[in-house]
């Protein structure tokens, strides 16, 4: 499902931020990205949605060549991938309803289908009875529903998450680990930068460790591996 290889990527600032990585993530895979802090984890994953274009190298997600594809092109490439993010990135004058219909009315869905869709992930996310609020109005677990709801939207192949429990407490963290886990386990591949330790030594899955822009570690039923 993604494939780099030879990535390099140096900021325009002269910071060399991934530094040679090759690497396969398979279909239905869940990986969790992890490494100290400036190691070049969001670079990673920003590259997977091209977000950030490597400097030499390839990427290959869901069978696009990432360097190839035009910048027009780039919208229709990113339906097939969800992206959430730490802070969660909802629009703050739609309603929870709004904030995940949006994903839909852009590529031009029926109504009616826009209608069931939504009501089904809003359900999945069991967020169905708040649908007419506003992102302020919720906690700031409820939103992280909101945009795991909007990124799955469009039952896209991979997730990609940055830091999605970095601004939660443990046991909201858990909730959150628990339906991105259901997610996983209906096919779609994830990945996920993170810092949580223990969710990653208790929800055992592929563990890449990234340092100075490098792989360092790559496991199956890996270990966090640094201290929390
Ligand atoms: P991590 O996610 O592991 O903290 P990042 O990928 O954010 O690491 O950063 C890797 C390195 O690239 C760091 O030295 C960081 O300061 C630098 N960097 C990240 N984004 C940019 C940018 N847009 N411009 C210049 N340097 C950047
Ligand atoms: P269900 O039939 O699954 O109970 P409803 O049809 O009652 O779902 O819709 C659930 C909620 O979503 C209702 O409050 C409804 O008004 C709201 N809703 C439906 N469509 C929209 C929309 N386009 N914009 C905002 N809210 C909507």
Sequence with gaps: MIEMTDVYK???NGVVAINGINVKIKTGEFVYVVGPSGAGKSTFIKMMYREESPTNGNIIVDGVSLPKIRNTKVPLFRRNIGVVFQDFKLLPTLTVY????FA???IEKTPEEIKKRVMEVLELVGLKHKVRMLPTELSGGEQQRVSIA?????SPKVVIADEPTGNLDPETSWEIMNIFDEINKSGTTIVMATHNKDIVNNMKHRVIAIESGKIARDDLRGEYGYEA
């Excluded at 709004?98 to 219909?101: F, G, K, P, Q, R």
């Excluded at 909007?150 to 469009?154: L, Q």
Aim: hydrophobic share 40%.
């Design 10 to 12: 140096t900021y325009s």
């Design 98 to 101: 709004e904030n995940v219909a």
């Design 104 to 106: 839909m009315e852009v």
């Design 150 to 154: 909007r990124s799955i939207v469009n």
